[in-house]
C-alpha cells in the first residue's frame, strides 16, 4: 500500500499548486502533509487530511477524496519551495506509519 | 510548547555501535509518545521506531533486533542505541513526537546525521 507522489511541480509565484497523493480508497485515512526545505527538518503543516497547525497560513489546505488526497498552496511564494511529504497511520499494514515518495514544489 | 533537541550521530565503521540522544523540552518525556524517522541521501523520509507513553516500542523490519529505545526520565531524554551498523544505515535521523490517534508526527527535532562508512 505505497503512497504515490508525483515527484516535482512546477509553479510561477502567486499561482496555486495542487500536490496529490495516491492510494487506493485514501478518502477512508488521515492523511498528513510534512514542508521540507533543503537541510532542515520536516514540518508539519496539514494534519487530519483538512486541518491546520496552529502558525500555518491558510494558504497550505487538504483534501482527501476517493483515491487521492491533495495538499493545495494558494499564492504561491518563493519560499514555498521545498519537498513535500504526504503520511499516513495504517493499522491493518506493515509498517503502519508510511510516508509517499515527496514531491518537489519549484517556484518559477 | 515542546521542542526537541537532538545530539549524537557521527562518522562510524559498519558493524559498530551509536547512540543517538533527543531532549525532550516542555514536556516529561515519560508522558510523550515518540518515534524516529530517518532519511537516507537524496531519499525521501523513512519510518524506524516508536516509544509509547506506556514505554512500549514497535520497530521497522529495516531496524529490528539492532535497535533499543530508551528514556532518561531524569533528563528528560529519548535515546536510540544503534548498533551493527551498515552501510545503508547512512541517513540522517529525525525524533518527533506524535499525536495519538492521528499517528501524526508533529514536533520534530533538528536532525543528526549518522556516516557509516570505512
Known amino acids: 500500500h505505497v503512497l504515490t507522489q508525483t515527484p516535482s511541480v512546477s509553479v510561477a509565484p502567486g499561482q496555486t499548486a495542487d500536490i496529490a497523493c495516491g492510494r487506493d480508497n485514501i478518502e477512508t485515512f488521515s492523511v498528513q502533509w510534512y514542508r521540507q526545505k533543503p537541510g532542515q527538518a520536516p514540518v508539519l503543516i496539514v494534519f487530519?487530511?483538512?486541518d491546520r497547525p496552529s502558525g500555518i497560513p491558510e494558504r497550505f489546505s487538504g483534501s482527501n477524496s476517493g483515491n487521492t488526497a491533495t495538499l493545495t498552496i494558494s499564492r504561491v511564494e518563493a519560499g514555498d519551495e521545498a519537498d513535500y511529504y504526504c503520511?499516513?497511520?495504517?493499522?491493518?499494514?506493515?509498517?503502519?506509519?508510511?510516508f509517499g515518495g515527496g514531491t518537489k514544489l519549484t517556484v518559477l | 510548547e515542546v521542542s526537541l533537541v537532538q545530539s549524537g550521530g557521527g562518522l562510524i565503521q559498519p558493524g559498530g555501535s551509536l547512540r543517538l540522544s533527543c531532549a525532550v523540552q516542555?514536556?516529561?518525556?515519560?508522558?510523550?509518545?515518540m518515534g524516529w524517522v530517518r532519511q537516507r541521501p537524496g531519499k525521501g523520509l523513512e519510518w524506524l521506531s516508536v516509544i509509547y507513553q506506556s514505554g512500549g516500542t514497535y520497530f521497522a523490519d529495516s531496524v529490528k533486533g539492532r535497535v533499543t529505545m530508551s528514556r532518561d526520565v531524569s533528563g528528560n531524554t529519548l535515546f536510540f542505541d544503534f548498533r551493527t551498523l551498515r552501510g545503508d544505515d547512512t541517513a540522517v535521523y529525525y525524533c518527533a513526537t506524535l499525536v495519538t490517534d492521528l499517528e501524526a508526527f508533529d514536533v520534530w527535532g533538528q536532525g543528526t546525521t549518522i556516516t557509516v562508512s570505512s
Open positions: 503520511q499516513l497511520w495504517d493499522s491493518t499494514t506493515y509498517p503502519p506509519w508510511v
Open positions: 487530519d487530511s483538512d
Open positions: 516542555g514536556s516529561p518525556v515519560s508522558d510523550t509518545y
